[in-house]
């Protein structure tokens, strides 16, 4: 009895002061093995993608799935511990869309099922509709005459027979040493990049002396194929709402069943005032149904009728449309101590596309960030700055969501400056403070690949502090640092703002050839290794920049 008595007071005075060791160790170098390892052993990054996926997806802007995503996201960062939880809204306001049912199989001569999604925001059609298929073979404007008065109630197929080749190699890959290496020894690019002027979009002519100008090493039938892409696809399309065509049908640029899908689009030449604007526009009219189909099934409807056969579909659509609302970002932070008003922030998008479930592109972003702030939470790691994390509405429409924060936040015309130009002097007072404050910006969204290092946007004196921080972290595999720049989301927000903005270097696996805005964009393509490297990786990265005695170094000031 004795002896046990011996051990729970052993239990009750010793135990405490070992974990409180643990989650405030003294020595900074084993944050990182500490990060790792709960990582390794109670990880809840792929049941949080699991999440904002298999439930919660898609997480279209302005939708009602993206609200519920948001909600959930909302409670675990409370339930994680985190401070100053929120929506933040952003404007101009958007109209919602949700797909409520959909499919489409050809009927006749025989049935053949359709591997088929429509475009976001496309109208419903009114009941099940059984039609003809038509095939607008138009290669020039003189060729519409062909088609007047033949294309009302029918199905409209926009465009031609696609020529699919094998894959002799695999879609997935890693970065091999020659690439990073290659990444490595990039030389600094130019911040002034060389602009092509405006194409003028209205006639031929004009866009074949452009991209032979401008791009002469694209052969022929590019240049022909371009011009009849982005010249005659909305003549067509608005040829075929003025004709009264059902719905209009086109080839995925996708294949193996993979369909690459994302909004439909207003006709370019409005008589109505509604000319540029953007489908999700509370402006914008209704507009055609607008159906992606898979090539091998495309294709084989092309060559069908080439052949003579007379094909009729039956169809299915019915989306539901929201009102128009406010966009919002989801932030939340644990707070700092000593220099508690500096900020260091990390993020992804939030919304998503509709075909899939955003799940490489970019609900792996969203969930390795939600994992890195648990991990901080969970391991009482106190930073001396505020460490935010921000989740971004709108990127697929334009890094939006994060603009907007920028310019609400660091700089209302931030958007208008060069990152090499702005200063505080240009700043409101509250803008100002807000600038002067940030520390640094560390994005996740190039897929779900593992990192294995980081774009330096330019920025030379960042190279050291994260030389020193992949190497402390210890991974072998992630320990490049490239001088080059990387585009296409949100880091650019913060970078065109003058302030310090990254993305990480990551393996590509499939994304490019195979998730990215497709219908094959859902869970079972993250891989749960790479996963856990990058949430514990954002977590030390984001811990060391809010523990360093300086703020980032920015390149206004290099």
Not at 34 to 56: G, P, R
Not at 238 to 265: M, P, R, W
Not at 434 to 448: A, I, K, Q, T, W
Request: charged fraction near 25%; proline fraction near 4%.
């Amino acid at each position: 009895m004795k002896k046990i008595s011996t051990i729970l007071v052993i239990c009750l005075f010793v135990i405490p002061f070992v974990t409180i060791a643990q989650v405030n160790p003294a020595d900074e170098d084993s944050i990182a093995a500490l990060i790792k390892n709960e990582e390794k052993k109670d990880s809840k990054v792929m049941e949080i993608a699991s999440y904002l996926t298999d439930v919660y997806g898609p997480r279209l802007i302005y939708s009602k799935e993206y609200k519920q995503a948001a909600d959930w996201t909302e409670s675990k960062l409370k339930e994680y511990g985190l401070e100053n939880v929120h929506f933040e809204k952003w404007g101009p306001e958007g109209k919602g869309w949700s797909l409520k049912s959909f499919y489409a199989e050809v009927v006749e001569p025989r049935t053949i099922p359709l591997t088929a999604y429509p475009e976001a925001w496309s109208s419903s059609l009114k009941g099940t509709v059984k039609a003809d298929v038509v095939w607008l073979n138009v290669k020039s404007e003189k060729d519409f005459d062909n088609y007047k008065g033949k294309l009302k109630g029918k199905f409209v197929l926009m465009n031609d027979e696609r020529q699919l080749r094998p894959h002799f190699e695999a879609d997935a890959y890693r970065l091999n040493d020659s690439s990073l290496l290659k990444l490595a020894n990039a030389f600094k690019q130019r911040e002034e990049r060389f602009r092509y002027p405006r194409m003028d979009m209205s006639n031929f002519d004009s866009v074949f002396v452009f991209i032979k100008r401008y791009m002469p090493n694209i052969d022929s039938s590019a240049v022909a194929n371009f011009i009849i892409s982005r010249v005659l696809g909305s003549k067509i399309l608005k040829f075929c709402s003025e004709e009264g065509a059902a719905a209009v049908l086109t080839n995925s640029s996708g294949d193996d069943g993979t369909i690459f899908v994302q909004q439909a689009s207003v006709p370019a030449e409005q008589e109505d005032g509604h000319k540029n604007l953007q489908i999700y526009d509370p402006k914008a009219p209704q507009v055609i149904p607008q159906i992606s189909v898979a090539s091998e099934n495309y294709n084989r409807m092309i060559r069908m009728i080439k052949k003579g056969e007379h094909i009729t579909m039956q169809m299915e659509l019915k989306a539901e449309f929201t009102g128009p609302d406010s966009a919002f970002n989801i932030i939340g932070e644990i707070p700092g101590t000593d220099k508690k008003d500096e900020i260091v922030l990390i993020g992804g998008h939030f919304d998503s596309w509709h075909s899939g479930t955003g799940a490489t592109d970019d609900a792996c972003g969203s969930a390795v960030c939600m994992e890195a702030m648990r991990l901080l939470k969970k391991l009482n790691l106190i930073p001396r700055r505020t460490i935010r994390i921000g989740l971004w509405d709108g990127e697929e429409e334009g890094l939006l969501g994060s603009r907007a924060y920028v310019e609400k936040h660091f700089s209302s015309k931030s958007s208008n400056y060069n990152s090499l130009t702005l200063t505080a002097s240009n700043l409101n007072s509250d803008e100002k403070k807000e600038f002067d404050n940030f520390s640094v910006y560390l994005n996740d969204d190039n897929g779900g690949g593992r990192f294995r290092g980081i774009h330096l946007q330019s920025n030379e004196a960042a190279g050291p502090i994260f030389r020193k921080w992949f190497h402390d972290f210890g991974d072998p595999d992630a320990q490049t640092i490239s001088i080059t720049n990387t585009g296409g989301t949100d880091h650019l927000s913060f970078d065109n703002a003058g302030l310090p903005g990254f993305q990480f270097i990551q393996d590509p696996m499939d994304y490019g050839v195979r998730t990215h805005h497709s219908n094959m964009d859902v869970y079972d393509r993250l891989q749960k290794e790479d996963m856990e490297q990058s949430a514990a990786m954002m977590a030390y990265f984001a811990y060391k920049a809010a523990m360093m005695e300086e703020k980032f170094p920015r390149k206004i000031d290099q």
